[in-house]
């Protein structure tokens, strides 16, 4: 190395660190692109083939997965779960991390404290009960949550609420002060205030929160799968549980399953990646 | 500090005549404060009923049930089965070589081995990779685009996807390493035996770094660059400007993602679920972590009494783990 001028030696490594990040991104593609090409495989071509390309390209795989798997009701359950989850815990969470990022209240910071305390409890803790009284409530009330698309929207809802109004906490303390109480000496209500000049300027990230819960809704499993909730995880679950080695649906399976994902990562890529890095960002 | 803490006068005991008095006004007060900050209040009660049903209520029930023999004999009666004080506990701590219990030890044992090689590995990737996307150079865009991809794929299709790739005949990780590179000359099992862990480990690493790159990238970009200037002409290596100027200004977020982490991975259920029998099979005592086993014992075989007590362990596990991160992260947390 030393005989190399600097600025050569600058070059070389620059050529070094562009190889190794090339090795790193078609490393960390491989597996999505295999998910992909497999789903356009035969099982007898899975199950036997080393080559990389499929033999003949088949769709196959995805009109069995909705005519012999139903996946279709799986599709809709997850749609209409995630969807409404979504609705609701924007809405809600739009209020409370408002109220905690503007109102200096009694009792802010116990709930500032305990909203983060809510994800330091294993699921499982109040799985067990939720479970049991779910089953009562069936039995005394007539409400049907265990097994329907309601209950999973009530868990979620109250599940996905406490991280979220944190995210929203942080877009609206970010917006500047003096705008909402101009709007207050101006005759405004505090509530008015809230909903005409704060709401508006914290539009991206309540998309970014709304993205954050819809995803992290979609990739729900322990509870959807106690309760009995047949979403995609549930639907895949209970599909290869009963036929094993069906790997060429699986790869369909799992492909459907990120195609939404995808499409919002690809519509609204800076909203997911404030979303979801926000989540962890106070 | 505890000298100063010490020297001012404690809270005097309030006189017997004294105390209605200040109760009624602390009433007043109260109702008072509620409705200047009725609004506040209106604002944060959907949520606070949200988390006293489905997060406050649920844990002290949870605490309360693993006092109880509750099984499938006793389920029916919930909250009113048999009171046995702490006996799950205890079954749970002298126990080893009941099969449960020694399954659940080798769920914890592996649930901490995976904690902390996964949050290592996503440190350690996350921060190379972050390095050289923290370069100019053409393609930059495009190149963060692609590595963000595992990002989208669910994590139970995470699982399902690696299960399939980690099988001896006919996965594409002994193809690779065997039939294409010739870098072993035996297939070795993934799904059975110690390399179970690896199989875990893998993809969760995988599916982690986007999420590690963007904040390490996010926050690299925010040292200044002149702090490199000034130290190059001070004669630094490129080691040592990592070192003092580099990981100091960037450990607040480093912070952040490890705690996130450790929730991710020590909750982790998702892949390991999908990854054996494609969802239907037991990971083995090597790739069961606690959660999967958890809810497997629980569920499975109505052990409801002894799974909440095995999930109130779990529970002061992760706090005692986040406490530990505090003290570690202190300074950096409140310098921020």
Partial sequence: MAILSPRLRKQLTNRLADLLLLGIIVAVLFPIVWMVLNSFRTNQEILTTSALLPRQWQLRNYVDLWQQVNFGLYFRNSLIVCGTTTLIVSLLATFSGYALARFRFPGADLFGLAVLGTQLIPGILFLLPLYVNFIFIKKRLGLPLVGTNVGAIVLYTAFFLPLSLWILRGFFAAIPRELEEAALIDGCTPFGAFWHIALPLARPGLVATAIYVFLTAWDELLFAWVLDVRTIPVGIRLYVGQYTNRFDLMSAASVVATLPVLVIFFLLQRQMISGLTAGAVK | ?336
């Fill in chain 2, 1 to 336: 500090m505890q000298t100063e803490r010490e020297a001012v006068p404690a809270i005097q005991p309030k006189k017997k005549s004294a105390r209605s008095s200040n109760l009624r006004s602390r009433l007043r007060s109260l109702r008072q404060n509620v409705a200047r900050h009725r609004l506040a209040y209106l604002m944060i009660a959907p949520t606070v009923l949200a988390m006293l049903l489905v997060h406050l209520v649920p844990t002290v029930e949870a605490f309360y049930m693993s006092l109880l023999n509750l099984n499938q004999y006793t389920l029916g009666q919930f909250l009113a089965a048999p009171f046995v004080g702490l006996a799950n506990y205890r079954f749970l701590l002298t126990t080893p070589d009941n099969p449960i219990v020694s399954g659940l030890g080798n769920a914890a044992r592996n649930t901490m081995i995976y904690t902390l090689t996964v949050n290592a590995g996503t440190l350690g990737v996350g921060m190379i990779t972050a390095l050289l996307l923290n370069r100019s150079f053409r393609g930059r865009g495009l190149a963060r685009t692609l590595l963000l991809m595992p990002w989208v794929v669910p994590t139970y299709a995470v699982g399902l996807l690696w299960g399939m790739m980690w099988l001896r005949d006919r996965g594409v990780v002994n193809m690779l390493l065997v039939d294409w590179l010739h870098l072993l000359s035996d297939k070795p099992f993934w799904l059975i035996g110690p390399n179970t862990l690896w199989a875990i480990i893998i993809p969760t690493i995988w599916r982690q770094l986007p999420f590690s790159t963007v904040m390490l990238l996010s926050a690299l970009q925010t040292v200044p660059l002149d702090l490199y200037d000034a130290a190059a002409i001070d004669g630094a290596s490129a080691w040592q400007r990592f070192r003092y100027i580099t990981l100091p200004l960037i450990r607040p977020v480093v912070a952040i993602m490890l705690l996130w982490g450790a929730i991710f991975t020590v909750f982790g259920y998702n892949i390991v679920v999908m990854m054996f029998g494609n969802g239907g099979g037991y990971p083995g005592e090597w790739g069961d972590l606690l959660m999967p086993a958890l809810e497997r014992q629980s569920f499975r075989y109505w052990l409801f009494g002894l799974g909440a007590a095995a999930s109130t362990m779990m529970m002061f596990g992760m706090m005692v783990l986040v406490m530990v991160w505090y003290r570690i992260f202190r300074t950096s947390l409140i310098q921020e």
